[in-house]
Nanobody
């Protein structure tokens, strides 16, 4: 009964910041590689970033490096995506996901998904 629930999406102006949260229930976050994906209408689901079992090793897609930061709180069983210097092209539905595989980044490698939260960046 693993569940993931995203929150924190909304409308923000270009250059602004937003913090997304992903709450995991039914399991400990220490047992999973966690990741963020996003999808704009008409586009494929895109990898944004992940954080490995150890809660230290991270990967980001090139377009968000230096702007987005993934973190994890083991005590609260939550993962976060801190987004800054947002651009209109960052607009999309953001999903959190969990995988039992180490340091994965492909959508099909993730077993559990949240319902998504909308992020809209205006010019």
């Amino acid at each position: 009964q693993v569940q993931l629930v995203e929150s924190g999406g909304g409308l923000v102006q270009a250059g602004g910041s937003l913090r997304l949260s992903c709450a995991l229930s039914g399991a400990t976050i220490r047992g999973y590689t966690m990741a963020w994906f996003r999808q704009a209408p008409g586009n494929e689901r895109e990898f944004v970033g992940n954080i490995a079992y150890d809660g230290v090793n991270k990967q980001y897609t090139d377009s968000v490096k230096g702007r987005f930061t993934i973190s994890r709180d083991e005590g609260k069983n939550m993962m976060y995506l801190q987004m800054s210097s947002l651009r209109p092209e960052d607009t999309g539905v953001y999903y959190c996901a969990a995988s039992e595989l180490w340091f994965t980044r492909q959508p099909h490698q993730f077993n559990f998904w949240g319902q998504g939260t909308q992020v809209t960046v205006s010019s």
